[in-house]
């Protein structure tokens, strides 16, 4: 680091949230993930290297900036140079360039090792349990970035077995969003489900159309899942989803009472006891949606609108991991 970039990390401070993500990840490690969703084994668009459009990326997505912002930004905020890496007399990537590489990471299907190397990078540094005692799953709508051409009163989020009631029309310019009602209000746009452990960290991601039924994700949910027992709320609750949990892991999803057939007083207590648990995941969303945007989708389209989901989930991570840790003032290294 050359004493220019020394001055303004002294100025900026070792609190900095940028400063201790940088220090925590070995971004090396996502050079091969990286390389490998753009499709080639070189650098990424305009010569630029694709780590340094990732973490451009992972600027944007923290800050909620469009690309043409995002260019912007890396020219003026020095905090943001130094953790990408840019040089103050070189140029930085401009908009199209930023708009490339993110198409091409979605094209590549890439966006779900990426989290996956976040997740195990923070295990390594002992900042998340990797056998936590508990995996928690849940689902939150995201608006459509599309304006709807027509409102549409579609049927409330139905029940595993019902038979869907079919809308007039799905027209919009976001071809994959569908319509979900939810009590008074009809939503367009997409179900993004997260599963975390007991302390937020999320450690996998899946999206769908909003009018799609959570039980039957549940098996994508727990899929790689290494905790004890599996938490979700009664969404979840299926003699199927029951089962699939019957050889790797406890039964934590809520029960949920039947025709003729109302909850026992241990079934309400064990109901109570699973609510209080899973707060985390649903405090992941509240965070996701405050700080990373996620309460409308940027872009249209499931895949697009997954990436978002994932790169959401990272910010998190690396912010949770970030408020665990402090710098050495002296060599900038985890203290």
């Known amino acids: 680091m050359d ?6 990390v002294d100025r900026i401070g070792v609190d900095d949230a940028l400063a201790k993500i940088d220090a925590l990840m070995d971004w090396s490690s996502f050079s091969p993930i990286l390389k490998r969703g753009l499709g080639r084994s070189g650098v990424g668009p305009q010569g630029y290297d694709p780590l340094v459009l990732f973490k451009c990326l992972l600027i944007g997505q923290w800050h909620g900036l469009s ?5 912007r930004a890396l020219k003026v905020r020095l905090d943001f140079m ?7 007399h070189a140029p930085v990537p401009d908009e199209t360039t930023h708009c490339r590489f993110r198409n091409a990471l979605v094209k590549g ?9 976040v997740c195990r990078q923070i295990e390594a540094h002992g900042l998340k349990l990797k056998e936590a005692e508990a995996a928690i799953i849940d689902a939150t709508l995201v608006e459509s970035a599309a304006r709807p051409r ?8 139905r029940a595993e077995g019902e038979a869907p009631d079919d809308p007039q029309m799905y027209y919009s310019a976001d071809p994959d969003a569908r319509w979900v009602k939810k009590g008074a209000k009809s939503t367009l746009g997409y179900k993004a489900f997260a599963r975390t452990d007991e302390e937020g960290f999320v450690d996998k991601v899946h999206t769908t159309p909003a009018n799609q039924a959570e039980s039957p994700q549940f098996e994508t949910m ?4 290494k905790a004890q027992r599996v938490l979700a709320d009664k969404a979840y609750a299926s003699k199927a989803n029951r089962a699939s949990l019957r050889d790797k892991h406890r039964d934590g ?10 909850l026992r007083a241990s079934e309400k207590r064990f109901n109570k006891l699973i609510s209080k648990r899973r707060f985390r995941v649903e405090q992941c969303f509240g965070t996701m949606k405050r700080l990373f ?3 409308r989708a940027r872009y249209f389209g499931v895949t697009k609108t997954h990436a978002q989901l994932a790169m959401a989930a990272i910010g998190q991570n690396l912010l949770k991991a970030a408020n665990k840790i402090t710098l050495n003032p002296q060599t900038l290294a985890i203290a």
């Not at 130094?82 to 103050?88: A, S």
């Open 3 to 8: 004493l220019f970039l020394r001055e303004a």
């Open 67 to 71: 690309d043409p912002k995002l260019e």
């Open 82 to 88: 130094i953790f990408c890496g840019l040089n103050l």
């Open 109 to 117: 299907g890439v966006y779900d090792d990426l989290l996956a190397e």
């Open 150 to 157: 027509t409102h549409i009163d579609a049927p409330e989020d």
């Open 222 to 225: 727990i899929e790689g899942a």
């Open 253 to 262: 999803i809520m029960r949920k009472a039947a025709r003729n057939r109302p």
């Open 293 to 295: 945007g996620l309460h």
